[in-house]
């Protein structure tokens, strides 16, 4: 995937939109309850608006796993 022109975002930008710790997400990436992100060439994590989605949608399911929206 070729991120030149591609908004990227760093592991502490994602956790505060996304609102969970840095253990909770590396957890969700090592039980591949997520897929894991592109690491830049030293080797950081960077994120993409769709990776931030992605995220934020298995946050969802885990808050509302009915689908209920309360």
């Given at each position: 995937m070729n991120l030149q022109h591609t908004k990227i975002y760093r592991t502490k930008e994602v956790l505060k939109l996304i609102g969970i710790s840095r253990a909770t997400l590396y957890n969700w990436f090592r039980d591949k309850k997520v897929e894991d992100v592109l690491r830049d060439r030293n080797n950081f994590r960077v994120f993409?608006?769709?990776?931030?989605?992605?995220?934020?949608?298995?946050?969802?399911?885990?808050?509302?796993?009915?689908g209920d929206n309360l």
């Open positions: 993409t608006e769709s990776d931030i989605k992605r995220i934020l949608e298995y946050k969802n399911i885990l808050k509302h796993p009915n």
